[in-house]
């Protein structure tokens, strides 16, 4: 089963809404941005060699609503308001990006 790739856990989460779901507030094109997210938990065994990949993408459709990729109030996004993105991960040791993952200990 090599290069099998198999999806854990999926959550949709908008930047905008990064600092309050009550005023969000759109990021600045080329400005690191630091977006502090847990997932909800779930509990997996990885085996010795397994990798864990994480994603970052500006869309999941059609799995979720279309992301006009413009601090817009989507449900009413114009056609013109919809434009390309593009996403960076930080891997500067000034600047770095991580995910922690709880382990626990063996029973």
């Known amino acids: 089963m090599g290069g099998y790739q198999e999806l854990l856990r999926g959550e949709p989460f ?28 779930l509990f997996h065994t990885f085996r010795r060699g397994h990798r864990i990949m994480v994603q970052v993408q500006s869309s999941w459709f059609p799995l979720t609503d279309r992301n006009p990729q413009t601090f817009t109030n989507i449900p009413y996004a114009r056609p013109d308001e919809f434009q390309k993105a593009t996403e960076q991960v930080f891997r500067r040791k000034d600047a770095a990006s991580g995910v922690e993952v709880l382990v626990l200990p063996n029973p």
């Open 14 to 41: 908008r930047a905008k809404f990064r600092k309050s779901w009550e005023q969000p507030e759109p990021l600045t094109p080329g400005k690191e941005t630091e977006i502090d997210f847990t997932m909800p938990d």
